[in-house]
């Protein structure tokens, strides 16, 4: 996929966003074709050339650009030469998605398994196990604990899950064992 193509996709530039933010967007969104400088890349978008450095680190340590060093023969001053690599974001994209998945299967789980009540007063939220050891008492405030349902927390991860599994085509997990 071309550099254009990717640009153009809201979840890439959501993604870029996320990584570079708003002052470092302008950098992630004009790859050049070839090797740039940092200093050509400031001068061109009109930035910092400190916020024009920090988004290019951050694309080097999120492997979506790299760099090689020239040194002046004159001055003996080292310059970068950026390249941008954009190429493997669908599959780091990807793979977010993978443990995004993992993690809300994980918390589902979790909520689905246990027993909640919450302080109406602090809006503290505690397992059953914990509750009765406080004699359903909040140790913060002294108020009586409710009882809570997180049915509807659940019904949104469970939504979620199977919106994450129809993107990335996955079976849910009992389905692939059967």
Request: charged share 30%; net charge negative.
């Amino acid at each position: 996929m071309a550099f254009e193509e990717l640009l153009n996709d809201p979840v890439i530039q959501k993604y870029l966003h996320e990584l570079v933010g708003p002052t470092g967007m302008p950098v992630a969104a004009a790859p050049p074709d070839g090797e740039v400088t940092d200093e050509e890349l400031a001068e061109d978008l009109g930035l910092e050339l400190n916020d024009v450095r920090r988004a290019l680190f951050i694309l080097y340590e999120n492997d979506l650009a790299s760099y090689r060093r020239v040194r002046d023969e004159d001055s003996g001053w080292l310059t970068y030469l950026w390249t941008f690599e954009y190429d493997q974001i669908p599959e780091v994209l990807e793979s977010e998605m993978y443990r995004l998945l993992d993690a809300l299967e994980e918390r589902q789980q979790y909520e689905a398994d246990n027993e909640f009540y919450l302080c109406p007063e602090e809006s503290i939220r505690f397992e059953f196990g914990e509750a009765m050891e406080f004699t359903f008492e909040c140790p913060s405030c002294g108020a009586d604990l409710e009882s809570m349902s997180n049915d509807q927390l659940v019904r949104a991860m469970d939504e979620r899950i199977a919106q994450l599994r129809d993107e990335l085509n996955v079976e849910p997990a009992d389905e692939a064992q059967a």
